[in-house]
C-alpha cells in the first residue's frame, strides 16, 4: 500500500499546471484596432527571468517593443509604439495561447490580441 501511495504522489508531482507552462518564443497575432478594423503579425518573447521577459510585435508595417511579465495565468506588457505608450493584458489559457485588450495611453477604449504559440 505504501508502495502504491508514493508512486501516486510522485505521479501528482510530475503533473504541471497549465499556469506553470513556460511563456516564451514566436507567437502568430491576430487582433483588432480600437476602430474593430483586423490586424495580424508575429510576436517573439524572449524570457529575462522566471516572471519577467521582452517582447516585439511586427504587425503590418509597424514593429513595437515593450516589457512583459507574468503572474499564474495573467500575462501583461508595457510597450512603446512610436511616441505612445501602451499596455496589454492577456488571459494565459491552458493550450499557450493568450487572450488580451490593449490601449494606448490618452486614448479612450481598446483594441483586442490573441497569440498563438508557433
Known sequence: MRVFLASCLVSLGMIVPASAQSIGGTYTVEGT?????????????VL?????????????????????????????????????????????????SMHGLWTIAGKDGNGTEVLTPN
Open 33 to 45: 484596432n480600437f476602430d474593430g478594423s483586423p490586424y495580424s503579425g508575429t510576436a517573439e518573447i
Open 48 to 96: 529575462t527571468s522566471e516572471t519577467t521577459c521582452v517582447i516585439q510585435w511586427i504587425t503590418g508595417g509597424t514593429t513595437s517593443q515593450g516589457i512583459c511579465m507574468r503572474n499564474d495565468d495573467a500575462f501583461s506588457a508595457g510597450y512603446v509604439l512610436g511616441d505612445a505608450i501602451g499596455l496589454v493584458v492577456y488571459k494565459v489559457n491552458p493550450d499557450g
